[in-house]
């Protein structure tokens, strides 16, 4: 019955706008508040189509006007070109509309139509251009409504199909920002959709592009954007330090540009924050506000998402009366069959469980049941895996075809090459012989003495150089084992934790344990990857410098000594300000400020804090790691940077430490042409000093 309805509605909506164009009074009203051009439909139509699209964001009970006045200059347009394609625009907006007040079924059949629209006269220049620009958006809008309603297979695929546009896009035209901020916008709601099917690793991967590319744009709404959604995505996998960071980043700008959509959203997962930290008075406060706040705006589709979450708020509090009352308010205005609505049912069937009311339990388990037999969500994670699997091979074959006409260019380079060096060989002939004739002419003793000294010369600057790459073989082995010992260590200890039969360690503990030895064989695989790019460039004395994002390294680093930092519950602090570029070794950077932060872990005591930060004075990039722990002594400082020997010394926790470390820093501070300071005083902590030129 809920479909016929449906279907009858959009049917209805359709039949009004192919054949109503009479100015109506609220049309009337909308013309005289926005002065609109009556004379100039194209015109009035683009303004109006601005204005509704700013209400999305904030408030949108009064949208309805201006989507009939959009028909009505639709509809009197006499070039045939401008009206499809401006029709193509209202089908999208009626699209968003719908799914905004939570009517899905119509809002894919107008988000459809919009496609179908741009696809269907491609032979005209101006509706090509257009239909060129447009589609990406318009695959983007139906992909989040597939996801919302828990198609996750259809929305992966239209969010792949609007990557593939873009990227079309680009092969001749690399300048249109909106295109831009949505090939961002992409990766970042595909990292949210898989992160639905429960694929975390490939969530992650799609993030870290999403947020690395929202930076490099330097465009404040879209870095905003990328945060909120991993803040969103945070919050959900217990990371909840971080998450509240970018969440309250994001939500004081959403605040300030009243952008209201997405300040009822971040108050919902704040709220959700809250529930996790076990502050459930806020909680429930937050999620009330949100309620409301909601309600008035009209943002239906997330008001029954807030009273979902408001639902089991209540039920995990065991407030059933409570719950009980918020779901049957979502029920009456809930139009989807989702998985949220089995779990709904479910939860219910729990409550009556525990009333002993077995005849509306059943019922329950019954409807949950039925509703799940129908969601298929096997197929929808392998259907979404083979789309994934197509646009990677897209990707490849684009690589390929590159790499086919690089090797060409080096078949050609490779043949010259070969021709020059027969060249080379002859030449070394000729002279072999001639110098052979000239030392049977002059071989007298002192002759043979100089030719002694120079081959003696020559051996002792082979010698020199072997022993120069022993002792840098030595020390790349230091770095080596030095970097490795932490994350090494942390599987280690957890490995023992696991052996141990007396330990009664719970189901759940030892999940989280082999989680963690898994990170950290991680990070251990990609210190390994760092460190022997370095140790190449070291065998070759070279010192690349490049432009490096000083902050973005921090946070990297951050991430990759994660388990160490909360085995210590440290409170880690990356205060390098954004968009922070220095001009240095990337490599050689990454070893020493790696080197340092996982000194200042290991000499920090538990609940401690470590802070990183930069500034630029007089000509000079002055980097900072500043510990609150156990600091040293002035001599004990000044004897480790003068001394070419390794002092032991203990950590916290008891790790093992030989000043390794400091020496390394000091070694490639000096390659990159800066210098290293120390500032520390016992049990008043440490501050290190990197001064590397501008």
């Known amino acids: 019955m809920r479909i016929i309805k449906s279907i009858g509605i959009i049917v209805l909506s359709v039949f009004i706008g192919h054949f109503t164009y009479a100015q109506d009074g609220a049309t009337k009203a909308v013309i005289s508040k926005y002065k609109l051009p009556v004379n100039n439909d194209s015109l009035a139509f683009e303004i109006v ?13 009064n949208v309805l006007p201006l989507i009939n006045t959009m028909r009505y200059f639709n509809g009197r347009m006499q070039n045939k070109t401008n009206k499809v394609f401006y029709k193509g625009m209202l089908y999208n907006t009626l699209g968003k509309y719908y799914y905004l007040i939570a009517r899905y079924d119509s809002s894919i059949f107008y988000f459809e139509k919009s496609i179908s629209v741009l696809k269907k006269d491609s032979s005209s220049k101006l509706f ?16 989040l409504v597939y996801d919302e309603i828990g198609f996750y297979e259809n929305a992966i695929h239209y969010q792949y199909l609007s990557l593939n546009e873009v990227e079309k896009i680009w092969k001749y035209d690399t300048t249109v920002v909106p295109l831009n901020q949505l090939y961002i916008t992409d990766f970042v709601e595909l990292a949210m959709m898989y992160s639905n099917i429960n694929d975390t690793a490939k969530s992650i991967s799609l993030f870290e592009k999403g947020l690395h590319l929202a930076q490099k744009s330097k465009s404040e709404e879209i870095i905003h954007y990328s945060e909120f959604n991993y803040a969103i995505f945070l919050i959900d ?22 952008l209201n959509y997405n300040v009822t959203v971040g108050y919902a997962n704040k709220a959700l924050l809250y529930k996790k930290q076990h502050y459930n008075d806020k909680a429930k406060a937050l999620l009330n506000r949100a309620y409301l706040l909601s309600d008035s705006l009209g943002f239906e589709e997330l008001h029954q998402q807030i009273m979902y979450q408001q639902f089991y708020l209540y039920y995990d509090l065991k407030e059933y009366n409570k719950a009980l009352n918020i779901v049957n308010s979502y029920l009456k205005v809930n139009r989807t069959i989702d998985i949220e609505l089995s779990n709904l049912c479910s939860a219910m069937a729990d409550i009556y469980r525990s009333r002993n009311n077995t005849a509306k339990e059943f019922y329950y388990l019954n409807k949950a049941f039925d509703i799940s037999d129908s969601i298929f969500q096997a197929d929808r994670i392998s259907k979404a895996e083979i789309f994934n699997s197509k646009y990677e091979l897209d990707k490849v074959n684009y690589k390929n075809e590159k790499l086919i006409d690089r090797n060409k260019k080096l078949d050609e380079f490779i043949v010259k090459q070969r021709f020059n060096n027969r060249v080379i060989l002859a030449l070394l002939f000729i ?34 150089e072997l022993t120069n790459s022993n002792q840098m073989l030595e020390k790349i082995f230091s770095v080596i084992s030095h970097d490795l010992k932490g994350p090494i260590g942390t599987a280690d200890v957890f490995f023992d934790y696991l052996n141990d ?19 950290s064989v991680k990070s251990t695989h990609i210190l390994l990857e760092e460190i022997l790019n370095w140790s190449r460039n070291r065998l070759g004395k070279k010192v690349a410098i490049i432009e490096v994002d000083l902050r973005w ?22 205060d390098v300000p954004q968009l922070t570029k220095i ?32 500034v630029n004075v007089q000509g000079k990039n002055i980097i900072s790691v500043m510990d609150t722990g156990i600091g040293m002594s002035k001599e004990f400082v000044q004897n480790l940077l003068k001394s070419s020997s390794f002092q032991s010394t203990e950590g916290t926790n008891k790790e093992r430490g030989f000043g390794m470390g400091i020496m390394i820093c000091k070694e490639l501070t000096d390659s990159l042409g800066g210098n290293i300071r120390i500032d520390s005083e016992q049990g008043q902590g440490t501050t290190v000093y990197i001064e590397l030129p501008v």
């Not at 601005?50 to 949108?60: C, N, P, T, Y």
């Not at 043979?448 to 020199?464: G, R, S």
């Not at 390294?553 to 990356?574: A, E, P, R, Y």
């Open 49 to 61: 189509y601005g204005k509704v699209w700013q209400l999305f964001e904030s408030d949108i009970n």
């Open 128 to 143: 090509s251009y257009h239909h060129v620009y447009y589609l990406p958006s318009y695959y983007n809008n139906l992909a």
């Open 237 to 258: 996998i217990d990371s909840l330090r971080i998450g509240k960071l970018y969440l309250d980043s994001s939500l004081k700008y959403y605040k300030k540009n009243s």
């Open 431 to 464: 002279v072999s012989v001639f110098a052979y004739i000239i030392y049977l002419s002059f071989r007298s003793k002192s002759k043979k003495n100089k030719e002694i000294a120079i081959i003696n010369a020559e051996l002792n600057k082979k010698t020199q």
């Open 501 to 519: 039969e007396s330990a009664n360690i719970s189901a759940q503990e030892r999940n989280e344990y082999i989680n963690t030895i898994g990170k």
């Open 553 to 574: 390294m921090v946070n990297n680093i951050f991430k990759s000594l994660d388990d160490t930092i909360h085995t210590k519950d440290i409170l880690f602090n990356n």
């Open 583 to 614: 001009k240095t070794d990337k490599g050689y950077l990454n070893i020493i400020l790696r080197n340092l932060i996982s000194n200042a872990i290991k000499f920090t005591n538990p609940g401690g804090e470590i802070k990183v930060s930069c």
